[in-house]
T-cell receptor
Framework: AQTVTQSQPEMSVQEAETVTLSCTYD???????LFWYKQPPSRQMILVIR??????QNATENRFSVNFQKAAKSFSLKISDSQLGDAAMYFC???????????FGTGTSLTVIP | DAGVIQSPRHEVTEMGQEVTLRCKPI?????LFWYRQTMMRGLELLIY????????DSGMPEDRFSAKMPNASFSTLKIQPSEPRDSAVYFC??????????FGPGTRLTVT
């Protein structure tokens, strides 16, 4: 079975600063995918970034980047130059290549302070 | 593309009533997923379809829940009879592959 753990229920960051959200996972699969989703108050789940486990290079999408440590089973999200619109709940998720199950963490609520 | 479309966005019903939630996936996506989100249990996968065929329904909580996908552009999640503990936000998601999902806006269900 797979599990995804987000140990930070809440985080805050000053506008324009950088914040890192933590995520650890556990899977027995060798081929899997990791994701960060953002859920703003509108409750729409928005895909932020994706990382394939077989890729050593960390994924980057504009101000969002990940630190993927495969041996440690760690997948943290770094948000640079934080903006007020980044305030949301962030979910870490993991699935295998077959996609038979999609496991989500419990989420981290991010507050951006003006 | 308009993205995944769900209706209604909000549903309030009385205990014992039948509730039907609807989803239109993104055109060309072969996979469709139904999730339930609550504060207590977080996001739970209820069922998913591949090419309109249910593949895994082990997350469906009980027989009161049923899901169908009669064609590639439409799916329903039905609860009959509804109970207050079914109150949650229900998400539909679609994907061109099994490992990346695009979510709809969700339906907030309140059962009184």
């Amino acid at each position: 079975a797979q599990t995804v753990t987000q140990s930070q229920p809440e985080m805050s960051v000053q506008e324009a600063e950088t914040v890192t959200l933590s995520c650890t996972y556990d899977t027995s699969e060798s081929d899997y995918y990791l994701f960060w989703y953002k859920q703003p108050p509108s409750r729409q789940m928005i895909l932020v970034i994706r990382q394939e486990a077989y890729k050593q290079q960390n994924a980057t999408e504009n101000r969002f980047s990940v630190n993927f440590q495969k041996a440690a089973k760690s997948f943290s999200l770094k948000i640079s130059d934080s903006q007020l619109g980044d305030a949301a709940m962030y979910f870490c998720a993991c699935t295998t290549n077959t996609g038979n199950q999609f496991y989500f963490g419990t989420g981290t609520s991010l507050t951006v302070i003006p | 593309d308009a993205g995944v479309i769900q209706s209604p966005r909000h549903e309030v019903t009385e205990m014992g009533q039948e509730v039907t939630l609807r989803c239109k996936p993104i055109s060309g996506h072969d996979y469709l997923f139904w999730y339930r989100q609550t504060m207590m249990r977080g996001l739970e996968l209820l069922i998913y379809f591949n090419n309109n065929v249910p593949i895994d329904d082990s997350g469906m909580p009980e027989d009161r829940f049923s899901a169908k996908m009669p064609n590639a552009s439409f799916s329903t999640l039905k609860i009959q009879p509804s109970e207050p503990r079914d109150s949650a936000v229900y998400f539909c998601a679609s994907s061109p592959y099994p490992y990346e999902q695009y979510f709809g806006p969700g339906t907030r269900l309140t059962v009184t």
